[in-house]
């Protein structure tokens, strides 16, 4: 079960950091002292410093289709300004952009379901 601010007892200057913040640096989106993920992207239980139940948010795939969307908007423009002004062969493309598309698709998967996150949080609260 979701729990509000009031129930665990969070004071408002606690809460008052930048949604920025909390997104990029993956913060509790309750207490915003601590990262709410275990590992890359594998979200822990409960927040150890306020007890908030991270976990409970249902979150689907939103993250990784909001990273796979940008993701291929950056690259198809990419592609399209590097072929316009270079034409270079098809081997020059894969070699370019398959590892662009890795690293851009892993970087942001995590600030966008640290963004779900604190989103769904304060749809709750």
């Known amino acids: 079960m979701v729990q509000s601010t009031k129930e665990l007892g969070i004071s408002s200057k606690q809460k008052k950091a930048s949604l920025f913040k909390k997104v990029i640096y993956g913060l509790c989106p309750n207490c915003a002292s601590t990262s709410i993920f275990k590992y890359y992207i594998k979200l822990l239980i409960k927040c150890p410093k306020c007890g908030y139940e991270i976990n409970t948010h249902k979150i689907g795939d939103g ?52 963004l779900l996150i604190c989103i769904s949080t304060e749809k709750n609260n």
């Not at 423009?77 to 002004?85: D, H, K, S, Y």
């Open 63 to 114: 993250a990784a289709w909001f990273s796979m969307l940008l993701t291929s908007i950056l690259v198809a423009i990419g592609a399209l300004v590097l072929e316009v002004n270079f034409q270079p062969k098809l081997w020059v493309h894969v070699i370019t952009w398959f590892p662009i598309i890795i690293v851009l698709s892993v970087a942001i998967l995590r600030p966008f379901k640290a």
